[in-house]
């Protein structure tokens, strides 16, 4: 949203401080009547372990710090804290509305990508989907990793309001806005998005997936509104077809673009050339440089302490925890993400609140980048984590037990 109208409405300065500004509005409207007065219970293990992270990349930053203190890093480091601090005094009882809210504000995102692409006159179709930045020295075309990961959360949104709506027109409505948010995704033609898809799938249909399922779906599709419902998709997606076979056509081309990438990135990171036309990714060539890197820094000094807060960029989170921050970062970063991996299957095996599952499939699709792409200190990644500690794994959402400010809000939940 705030690219939207930064870089395709032109309104506010094409710069950093206009994010900021916006970054800086969304706490200020977070910002409880009764701040300090009531907290609630995150998640305590991904609490200390994310918490821990977070101050030692801050101490790094602060004292081991070789490439500057850039005024973007301090605003980082303010914006996470900030977003911590204030969402201990969200309410448990949030979890549909604020899981509707993200479908709402995920799908608006999406309409406003596809109305900046029709209105850029740089843009044709075969080129990546994203907002072209307008600032001085901002990369071409945008970042599609951006636009993806927002239809990544558009998809789990409405998959998850889908699952507990009973109206036929909200379950029509939500699966065409599935749709549509998967062709955003495909048009991005990010592989991490498209992998992180078939990750959450996959979950899915071992933690979730019954063949007792089948049998009860087919016996359900001949009642008098599953059958109305069926008509309606059936009659939308041939009206889409007959409309805009064009764009389906596009679709299946962007496919095949994505396919001969994934060729590419296997024929450079192992040398294996599975067809005749793979040639060297130099996006995966280059943490193929960052692995070197890695290796040789488990092989020094540096290992123990590291070389320095942003000091290499591996452009895979995990290997560069471990080279700026030592064997303890490593330590801190994996484990949080260790944790937030079971805590996220446990969601999936046995969901609780909305906010919960959406969250647990959400970072089954993040975990590719830990070794596609990034970096450990990147607010990307700790707007979401900052959320899971909040949300995910903390089982007394069934209970909606809440704590007082004066007795201790950090005390152990439920394993």
Not at 298 to 310: E, R, T, V
Request: a positive charge; hydrophobic letters at 55%.
């Amino acid at each position: 949203m705030i690219f939207f109208i930064r870089d395709t409405l032109k309104i506010g300065p094409a710069n950093s401080i206009f994010t900021a500004v916006f970054f800086a509005l969304g706490l200020v409207l977070m910002l409880p009547l009764t701040l300090f007065k009531r907290l609630y219970k995150p998640n305590t293990i991904l609490f200390n372990l994310g918490l821990g992270f977070l101050l030692i990349m801050l101490y790094y930053f602060l004292f081991l710090n070789y490439t500057g203190k850039a005024v973007a890093d301090v605003g980082n480091f303010v914006f996470m804290f900030g977003f911590l601090i204030l969402l201990l005094h969200v309410p448990n009882d949030v979890s549909d509305t604020l899981v509707t809210v993200l479908f709402i504000l995920s799908l608006f995102a999406n309409v406003t990508l596809v109305y900046s692409l029709l209105t850029d006159p740089n843009w044709s179709p075969g080129m990546r989907a994203a907002v072209s930045f307008s600032n001085d020295g901002a990369q071409p075309g945008g970042n599609p990793h951006i636009t993806a990961r927002n239809g990544v959360i558009c998809i789990v949104t409405a998959l998850v309001l889908m699952s507990r709506s009973t109206g036929i027109i909200n379950k029509a409505f939500l699966f065409f806005s599935v749709l549509f948010s998967l062709g955003v995704v495909v048009l991005s033609l990010a592989k991490s998005s498209y992998i992180g898809i078939g990750l959450m799938t996959t979950a899915y249909f071992i933690f979730q997936f019954k063949v007792s399922s089948i049998f009860k779906a087919a016996l359900n599709i001949f009642k008098f509104r599953s059958m109305v419902l069926v008509v309606v998709i059936i009659i939308g997606i041939r009206y889409f077809l007959n409309r805009y076979g064009d764009i389906f056509n596009l679709l299946l081309g962007y496919w095949d673009v994505f396919q001969d990438r994934i060729m590419d990135v296997i024929f450079t990171s192992f040398g294996v050339k599975l067809t005749e036309s793979a040639d060297v990714d130099y996006s995966a060539m280059g943490r193929v440089g960052g692995f070197e890197t890695f290796l040789n820094t488990f092989f020094s000094w540096d290992a123990f302490m590291g070389k320095g807060f942003k000091s290499d960029y591996l452009d895979v989170p995990i290997l560069e925890s471990f080279v700026a921050y030592g064997v303890i970062g490593f330590l801190f970063f994996a484990s949080f993400n260790l944790f937030l991996f079971l805590f996220a299957i446990r969601e999936i095996r046995r969901p609780t609140a909305a906010i919960s599952t959406v969250l647990g499939y959400f970072y089954i699709s993040l975990t590719i980048l830990l070794i596609t792409g990034g970096r450990p200190s990147d607010i990307a990644f700790w707007f979401p984590y900052i959320a899971m500690i909040r949300f995910l794994g903390v089982r007394y959402f069934e209970k909606r037990e809440e704590l007082p400010v004066n007795e201790n809000p950090l005390s152990a939940v439920p394993a």
